[in-house]
């Protein structure tokens, strides 16, 4: 839950994901739909599906034991260099030194470092001077400590430099080069994408959809969804949803969401609440009959906020078209 996550974001989701998978075996034999659901509001579903594999692998091939080395931890989902260390050293105290972006920070700055953090080299690099400096008799307080290092002192934008307790031997900090460091080659590109999402209610009630497994939010649910080359005015979305829908209908609003930020994508989304008189017959849309019934499907965060602000689709029960 940590990975690319801060601590006081995650706390009250790991207390809610022990109570409902109190050990492995739970884990291992719910369902992926169930475990998703726990996850949800996280964001990074990716990690949901990986743990739920590893539970499995863990339940079923390893006796329910986890592996405390490093190599054999790396052979499980989802677990790369920073997690396996992680795990190694705070939960089996083994000598592995976790590199994440604290560390690259409090390293490249305090020693001076222009190698560039995101390429192999640079990764290799760090990776070396981090096992050569850490403490052999503690390397899980070590860890922790020079990444909660990186955490509250030595900030990315505002590092606290006049009350550092390393000061007098900063290399960024004798050169004027705190801000400058850890240095990147490679800009991330940020793609905007323009999501209409397509809420149609009828007497019936309301559809939603599984998404694929080869985009954003793989196999969450949302809403029938046409995606758009740029933002649309407000004449074109009618005209696109009646494109979409071959039956009669009307479009009683559009909600229109604020900018939704991912990693490396930022998502404008319209919600067209959309009455029809006629019943569908589609393969991949999924009959809800009332709101309640949402309560078992796993929704990305944006589409959780559009069901907290909408009234369209009844409070309770759906309203029939
Ligand atoms: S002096 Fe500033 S830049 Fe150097 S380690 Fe301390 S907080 Fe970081």
Redesign the pocket.
């Known amino acids: 839950m940590l990975q690319q996550t801060k601590v006081d974001q995650v706390v009250g989701f790991y207390k809610r994901f022990l109570d409902h998978f109190p050990n492995v075996f739970d884990l291992a034999s719910a369902s992926e739909q169930e475990v998703l659901k726990c996850w949800q509001g996280l964001g990074y579903y990716s990690r949901a599906r990986n743990i739920h594999r590893t539970a499995k692998i863990v339940s079923n091939d390893l006796g329910g034991v986890f592996p405390g080395s490093y190599d054999a931890l790396l052979d499980l989902p989802g677990i790369g260099d920073y997690t396996a260390s992680a795990i190694a050293s705070i939960a089996f105290g083994r000598c592995n030194a976790v590199v994440d972006g604290n560390v690259y920070?409090?390293l490249s700055?305090?020693f001076g470092i222009e190698v560039p953090i995101d390429t192999g080299a640079g990764r290799k690099y760090f990776k070396e001077l981090a096992e050569e400096l850490i403490d052999e008799s503690d390397p899980a307080n070590y860890n922790q400590a020079i990444m909660e290092?990186g955490a509250v002192?030595?900030?990315p934008r505002n590092?606290?430099?006049t009350s550092?307790?390393?000061?007098s031997a900063?290399?960024?900090?004798k050169h004027g080069d705190?801000l400058k460091?850890p240095v990147k080659e490679k800009k991330v590109a940020v793609r905007n994408r323009y999501f209409l999402y397509l809420v149609v209610k009828t007497e019936d009630g309301f559809f939603i959809r599984q998404r694929s497994s080869n985009d954003v939010w793989a196999k969450m649910f949302d809403f029938p969804l046409v995606e758009l080359d740029s933002r649309p005015i407000k004449k074109e979305i009618f005209n696109i949803v009646s494109g979409q829908l071959n039956w009669p209908m009307a479009i009683a609003n559009v909600v229109k969401m604020n900018k939704h930020i991912l990693s490396h994508q930022h998502i404008y989304a319209w919600f067209a609440e959309v009455v029809c008189s006629t019943g569908f017959d589609t393969s991949d849309w999924i009959n809800v009959r009332d709101i309640a019934q949402l309560e078992q499907y796993p929704f990305p965060r944006l589409v959780e906020k559009y069901l907290e602000c909408t009234c369209f689709l009844g409070n309770g029960q759906v309203v029939g078209g």
């Open positions: 920070r409090v700055r305090f290092f002192q030595c900030l590092p606290n430099c550092c307790p390393l000061v900063c290399c960024a900090h705190v460091l």
